[in-house]
């Protein structure tokens, strides 16, 4: 708060609400008070905000603005901003424009001359980031990974080839309950069992839980159950994977000699060199230098 009189009146522009993705005592006053102040509010779903602005009494006209009419419907929202509206955006949880709609708006409104504001709150991402035990001074997040296994597992190893030269960090998608398993079986067949992991589900609500582990532990554990349900983040070690081997020189050395036994399984060099990159988690040219230096030096 500014520390001035209750409810100071509301600037025009567009309000970036955050809400709670769980428990209703996420939301801020600073939320409350927008959302009571503004002249409408944009929702991703009327009848989910319904509950949200019922439990908290507030009365204010609610319009639909969803992934389908999202280009269409921030038309009509900007030429009530360029007249003065107030109109805050709210999705159905968390963070506006965070795997959700909004962010056609904010740059609409931008692009118009609006003022836009973000109001702070809730986020999945972020939340599960925190307490997930894995590194948080870098990250990257990536929304929802792709359905298809072969889309995802493009995406897995791409993030895994360029482990080596990033910063310790750490990637974070959204997950859903009947695709975790298929996801994690990826994340083993890409980054190996050993790589770890942490799940974040139900954040902020009553069977809120974490499983931390390597991706095999937490894919077996999550095998084990009957059934696997609620709203979860996952989240992926990404520290480079050299980092990982401080005896640098085992791992030259023996790259050296299975790219060695491949060659003489019957693979061209090519192609030896490819399977031992992907088998350590190495991109196509980091492992042709490493291979290079175990090489007899030619006269
Ligand atoms: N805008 C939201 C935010 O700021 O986090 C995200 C919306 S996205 C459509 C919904 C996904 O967010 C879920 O499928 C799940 O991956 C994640 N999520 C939302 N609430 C969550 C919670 N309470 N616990 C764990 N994950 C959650």
């Given at each position: 708060?500014?520390?001035?009189?209750?409810?100071?009146?509301?600037?025009?522009?567009?309000?970036?609400?955050?809400?709670?993705?769980?428990?209703?005592e996420?939301?801020?006053?600073r939320?409350?008070?927008?959302?009571?102040?503004?002249?409408?509010?944009?929702?991703?779903?009327?009848?989910?905000?319904?509950?949200?602005?019922?439990?908290?009494?507030?009365?204010?006209?609610t319009?639909?603005?969803?992934a389908?009419?999202?280009?269409?419907?921030?038309?009509?929202?900007?030429?009530?901003?360029q007249?003065?509206g107030r109109?805050?955006?709210?999705?159905d949880?968390?963070?506006?424009?965070?795997a959700?709609?909004?962010?056609?708006?904010?740059?609409?409104?931008i692009?118009?001359?609006?003022?836009?504001?973000?109001?702070?709150?809730?986020?999945?991402?972020?939340?599960?980031?925190v307490?997930?035990?894995l590194?948080?001074?870098?990250?990257?997040?990536?929304?929802?990974?792709?359905?298809?296994?072969?889309?995802r597992?493009?995406?897995?190893?791409?993030?895994?080839?360029?482990?080596?030269?990033?910063?310790?960090?750490?990637h974070?998608f959204?997950?859903?309950?009947?695709?975790?398993?298929g996801?994690l079986?990826d994340?083993?067949?890409?980054f190996?069992?050993?790589?770890?992991?942490s799940?974040a589900?139900?954040?902020?609500?009553?069977?809120?839980?974490?499983l931390?582990?390597?991706?095999g532990?937490?894919?077996?554990?999550?095998?084990?159950?009957?059934s696997?349900?609620?709203?979860?983040?996952l989240?992926?070690?990404?520290t480079?994977?050299?980092?990982?081997?401080?005896?640098?020189?085992?791992?030259?050395?023996?790259?050296?000699?299975?790219?060695?036994?491949?060659?003489?399984?019957?693979?061209s060099?090519?192609?030896?060199?490819?399977?031992?990159?992907?088998?350590?988690?190495?991109?196509?040219?980091?492992?042709?230098?490493?291979?290079?230096?175990?090489?007899?030096?030619?006269?």
């Amino acid at each position: 708060m500014d520390g001035s009189s209750e409810n100071p009146p509301l600037a025009p522009g567009l309000y970036l609400v955050a809400t709670p993705i769980g428990n209703l005592e996420d939301i801020t006053l600073r939320a409350l008070r927008i959302l009571k102040q503004a002249d409408r509010i944009a929702c991703e779903d009327t009848r989910q905000t319904a509950k949200l602005l019922g439990h908290f009494g507030i009365a204010t006209p609610t319009v639909s603005y969803h992934a389908h009419n999202e280009a269409s419907r921030a038309n009509e929202l900007i030429e009530a901003l360029q007249q003065g509206g107030r109109i805050a955006v709210v999705s159905d949880a968390g963070t506006p424009g965070i795997a959700d709609p909004g962010a056609i708006l904010a740059r609409e409104a931008i692009a118009a001359g609006v003022a836009v504001f973000a109001i702070p709150g809730a986020n999945a991402a972020i939340t599960a980031l925190v307490a997930s035990g894995l590194p948080s001074e870098h990250f990257a997040f990536h929304g929802f990974l792709p359905s298809k296994e072969g889309a995802r597992r493009t995406v897995l190893e791409a993030l895994r080839d360029a482990l080596p030269h990033s910063e310790p960090s750490t990637h974070i998608f959204y997950e859903t309950p009947h695709r975790i398993v298929g996801a994690l079986e990826d994340v083993v067949a890409t980054f190996g069992a050993a790589h770890r992991v942490s799940l974040a589900r139900e954040l902020t609500k009553l069977h809120e839980e974490f499983l931390r582990g390597t991706a095999g532990e937490v894919l077996a554990a999550l095998q084990s159950r009957p059934s696997i349900r609620g709203e979860m983040v996952l989240l992926l070690d990404g520290t480079p994977t050299l980092a990982l081997h401080p005896i640098g020189e085992a791992v030259h050395a023996t790259l050296g000699a299975e790219v060695a036994a491949l060659i003489k399984s019957g693979l061209s060099e090519k192609d030896a060199l490819k399977q031992a990159a992907k088998s350590r988690g190495l991109s196509k040219s980091e492992a042709y230098r490493e291979w290079q230096r175990t090489q007899p030096r030619k006269r």
